[in-house]
């Protein structure tokens, strides 16, 4: 689920389906990454995955910042920094918590609601007006969680850890639909460099807080997968931010649901994981409920997928 900012303005005579092509790399990529953490957490638990995933991040994104042009944040930068970066641990932990719980298409497709909770965040937040064809589309799309849920409670291996994983992830996505507002507030004063490295350098010392008592030395086996999934999610944000540098929102926005489908495939993949008529029916009900939701209010056109 890294935070990429986008713009929706074209920038250079691209073909719309170029970055289209682009966007559906990119949300591929971060979607390999979803699986490669969940394999990760399974091993070592989520803490450990997210804070050595936060250092190793932090050592990328910090090579990258000092190669080029380059000034320390100010200190009302710097705060926004740190107010995203615990925002976005939260969603780490959770959604990475609730994904070892869950099977993957299931948990990508709830995660798809965070546009809705974004709407009425920005609401309360930011004062923007909310349209009525968007609260149908949010009531459409809690009946998609609520078709989710009913499968999972109704399914003979039904388990006390699915339900704890769909609140973790529903949770996740609550904190995720803040965390876009503060990306739009972020893009105001720091280039990606900068919000790459401080985002990731202050999860790495939230997170360190808790180390003495946490964190264990990772196997040596899994810092092959580690470095992967922090490729996968760097490439992914880069190939996600360059699309919506080139197109219309307009354009990008179905392609980023594609990553349900790639969660099929690779839950089935990976961990042998089949889909449910209800997991489908609940995400397909999410999906339409988040593009109808756009279409009202364009300001929705952010990344899913690229949240961390």
Known sequence: MGGTVKSSSAAGAVSPLIPVLVCALGILLLSAMDAGMKIMVLAVGVYNTVLWRSMLATVVAGATWLSGPRSLPAPSALRLHAMRAATVAIVMLSFFWGLARLPLAEA????????????FLAAMLLGERIQRQAIWASLAGIAGVAIILAGQLGHASYAKDTLAGTMAVLLSTVFYAYNLILARQQALVAKPGEIMLFQNLCIAIILGVAAPWLAVALPSDLWLPLAGVTALSL????????????????YLIPTEYSAFIWAIGLGWL???????????????????SCLIASRSNPKLAEPIEAAV
């Open 270 to 288: 990976f961990f042998d994981e089949a889909v449910t008529w209800t997991t489908l029916a609940g995400a397909g009900l999410i999906v339409a």
């Open 235 to 250: 490439a992914g944000q880069f190939l996600m931010s360059w699309s919506y540098a080139r197109a219309e929102a307009q």
């Open 108 to 119: 990508i497709g709830l995660s798809f609601v965070a546009p809705l909770f974004a709407l």
